[in-house]
């Protein structure tokens, strides 16, 4: 799968993943791949269904936040459009398959379910894919967020290649 993970702090927070796609066993990676994109007011990184996540993160514009309440605006507006962007795209899914993803923005950070739920943690420590939990215990332990990573990389045979790191503060 992956490794992406994000801290959200008093500053803003940071999000960052690797860059290996791995398909039936076999890993991908090439120069371009990112799997966190910003676009407008957000940013989001998506891990899971390849199909599924490149979707939203390179075919998808998300509503304009509208000052309401930010989880509000998750499950009432954000999440509504997000499903008609897989739905129009003709996403459906195999019982084995998911996707999950990160969403930050005005300084928040959600947990995006492949079921469409909304989560937040107050932990400000957030992680998706199959070395999210080498990630974040590295993180528990003091690591700094790229050698967090490192050890993702070094654990997780589905997490490699160049590191992408994006900050909003």
Known sequence: MTTIIAIKDSQGFTF???AQVTDTERPYMHRSMKKIVEVGDYVMAGAGNSRCCDVILFGWKPPAYDGTEH???MVSK?????RRQHED???TLKEDEDFVFLVGFNGRVFHVAGNYAVLE????LYGIGTGAAYALGALAQGATIPEAMKVAKKFDINT???IQIVERG
């Open 89 to 91: 795209a003709g996403v």
């Open 16 to 18: 960052a993943a690797d």
């Open 121 to 124: 943690t107050n932990t400000g």
């Open 160 to 162: 490699g290649g160049k």
């Open 71 to 73: 989880y509000t605006f």
């Open 78 to 82: 954000f999440i509504p459009a997000m």
